[in-house]
């Protein structure tokens, strides 16, 4: 039986067309000052000097850029994915090193009378600026690869990580204006400023225009539950019925108990609930820092502030006969909306669930989990990595042998999710490989932030 | 081990930065084509930095 087409689904079609759209207007947004400044273009200044041009208007553009790609656009997240973004954000940054790097570092090569620049004391303001920003850029990379090392908090982090973002862009603006060269004309730097601003807008945007719809469209806690494991549900309805959000099994929204809709630590939790009643959704959160530890004393009628859906884990988005879903911890709380869902949309299509924990007492949702496995087409089977001595099921870690044990010979068109912790999931996928499910076909999403 | 996605991610990532790279320097050779050098113009452009003329 086809499951009901729901709500959700649409906004995967037509996606290949909207992915090809973003990138070639990334890939033209990243370009468009080198294209600009060919308009009553300057005179060259040799091969060398003008590469270096280049590499430091591209970095520039690709700096805006960034703004964009972190400020969870639905636009122009969903046909990628927020993990994708957030994944070519980061490794993105390499390439905005190396062009904000390489920018001086041509000049220096090509003439040494640019060395001079580096005395920030006697330099002229435009090569401080230039300075400043390629400091604070260097800065803004290692805060974020050693937030942990240095004890970053994560709201710090989020903070710093902001404010030297306007720094660099910052800058790096003014550098290039006040340089003069390729942009000594009044539309030209009107242009720029336009340019960059336009970029930090969208960061002004995610953190203060929509936080105020956030608030319009707020939820109220029902109910808190514990679940077993150390994890507490908490169910939430809308306060308005326009508030309601259709979504499909296995995304995840940004959720803020309490507190403030402009607060700027929103944390990623994937919906427990079926996707055929938005009306009344649920997460389950284990309480291992300092905002989930807290979650079991949130009382009932409190304030909670969604941002979401978001994610392109979930089984709406392939053809798939069946399903192996994998869970690591908390990694089931995603299966629990895909297995929910499932059986509101009366899918009759076989799903294995293996559930690994460290023993019984870890094991989340099992009151839940019995009650969907009265459904002959679904299968759960724990594995406990260091079970009792009377412990009877599977033992150890998620391997090949788990899954072919109760797997069918054939899996051509089956497809596996995987959710949890970062080695465990990174096992499973291979193990998933290994059992005969093809690589296109086993899906994961990862979500280590910094 | 990577994901199928963070693989096809990366790949996209590299392609990305070749393709600017490469348009770098197809710029820096396009201008020095498409207007005189600064050395050959009287009198060179005074914000022109430490020229080789």
């Known amino acids: ?450 | 081990m990577s994901s199928h996605r963070e693989l096809r991610t990366s790949r996209a990532v590299v392609v990305f930065g070749l393709v600017v790279l490469l348009a770098c320097i197809g710029w820096a050779i396009l201008v020095q084509d498409v207007r005189p050098d600064a050395c050959q113009v009287q009198p060179p452009p005074p914000n022109a930095q430490y020229l080789h003329c």
Request: proline share 6%; hydrophobic share 50%.
């Open chain 1, 1 to 450: 039986m086809v499951p009901a087409a729901a709500p959700a689904r649409a906004q995967w079609e037509g996606r290949q067309a909207r992915v090809v759209a973003w990138r070639l207007g990334y890939l033209t947004l990243a370009l468009a000052p080198l294209a600009l400044c060919l308009i009553d273009l300057d005179p060259g200044r040799g091969f060398w000097v003008n590469l270096s041009v280049a590499a430091g208007f591209v970095a520039l553009s690709l700096l805006g850029l960034q703004f964009l790609l972190a400020a969870r656009w639905p636009r122009a997240t969903t046909p990628f994915g927020a993990d994708v973004l957030l994944q070519f954000h980061r490794q993105v940054t390499v390439l905005i090193v190396v062009l904000a790097l390489g920018h001086p570092t041509v000049l220096f090569v090509w003439d040494s009378r640019f060395l001079g620049l580096l005395d920030v004391v006697s330099a002229p303001m435009r090569a401080k600026l230039a300075v400043l920003s390629v400091v604070a850029l260097l800065v803004l990379v290692a805060t974020s690869i050693w937030r942990t090392t240095l004890r970053l908090s994560y709201p710090a982090w989020q903070t710093l990580h902001a404010g030297l973002a306007l720094v660099v862009a910052g800058a790096a603006l003014a550098h290039v204006i006040m340089i003069g060269y390729y942009v000594d004309q009044r539309w030209e730097q009107v242009l720029w400023i336009a340019y960059t601003a336009a970029f930090v807008w969208v960061g002004v945007y995610v953190r203060v225009v929509k936080p105020i719809g956030r608030y319009r469209r707020r939820f109220r806690v029902v109910a808190v539950t514990a679940e077993g494991g150390g994890s507490h549900g908490l169910e939430l309805e809308p306060v308005t019925p326009a508030a309601a959000r259709a979504f499909a099994p296995g995304q995840f929204a940004w959720i803020m108990v309490g507190r403030s809709p402009f607060a700027l630590t929103y944390h990623p939790f994937s919906y427990a609930s079926s996707a055929e009643h938005p009306e009344r959704v649920r997460f389950v959160i284990r309480g291992i820092g300092p905002f989930t530890a807290g979650i079991g004393d949130v009382r009932a009628g409190a304030d909670v502030y969604v941002d979401g859906p978001w994610g392109h884990f979930s089984p709406d988005r392939v053809d798939a006969s069946a399903w192996v879903l994998i869970a690591g911890g908390v990694g089931i709380t995603p299966m629990l909306s895909i297995l929910l869902t499932r059986r509101d949309r009366g899918d009759h299509r076989p799903v294995w669930l293996f559930q690994a924990a460290r023993d019984e007492e870890s094991l989340v949702a099992q009151d839940l989990l019995a009650e969907l496995a009265a459904d002959p087409g679904v299968t759960v089977v724990p594995i406990l990595s260091r079970p009792a001595a009377t412990w009877t099921g599977e033992r150890g870690r998620v391997d090949p042998d788990h899954l072919r044990r109760y797997l069918p010979a054939d899996l051509g068109e089956v497809h596996a999710f995987v959710c949890g912790p970062p080695g465990m999931t990174d096992a499973a996928c291979a193990a998933a490989q290994a059992a005969g499910i093809a690589p296109r076909a086993v899906h994961s999403e990862r979500f280590s932030m910094v």
